[in-house]
């Protein structure tokens, strides 16, 4: 099976180059379908009242949704999601997610860390949510043509 390489080149790229900065909206429709997808069907992902009662601020996005959307600006500039070899994160604060038609706005920018062997950089992110880090060292390396 052929590798998969991204559409951005090694060379192209130094120490701080700015991958993107975007903002992506999590809605209550985006947690039921990844749910779906996911399986994970805990109440505080849909439902206020549950949610409240275990002491929450409201119902919260899946974490490994909110890790997936701040992914998508590393797939996005990348060109090709085969090139991510390796992506992590640790969850640092909730994201609550309002019942209305505005949702919860996710704020993510990334930077170029280091440049390695092989035509590898690791990407570090930046995530928010209303000015608070939400995940916590957010890397990707990905592999560049």
Avoid: C
């Amino acid at each position: 099976m052929p590798s998969t390489v991204s559409t951005v080149s090694y060379d192209e790229v130094a120490v701080g180059t700015e991958i993107g900065d975007r903002i992506f909206t999590l809605r209550r429709s985006d947690l039921v379908r990844y749910a779906g997808a996911s399986g994970d069907f805990n109440p505080i992902h849909w439902n206020e009242r549950v949610a409240q009662e275990a002491g929450l601020p409201g119902v919260l996005a899946h974490g490994m949704l909110t890790m997936a959307t701040a992914g998508r600006l590393v797939t996005d500039w990348a060109g090709d999601p085969g090139a991510v070899l390796e992506y992590g994160v640790k969850f640092s604060s909730p994201i609550v997610v309002p019942d209305d038609d505005e949702g919860a706005q996710v704020s993510v920018q990334g930077v170029v860390e280091k440049k390695l062997d092989g035509g590898r950089v690791v990407v570090n992110l930046t995530v928010r949510h209303q000015g608070a880090k939400v995940l916590m060292a957010a890397r990707a390396t990905v592999q560049l043509s």
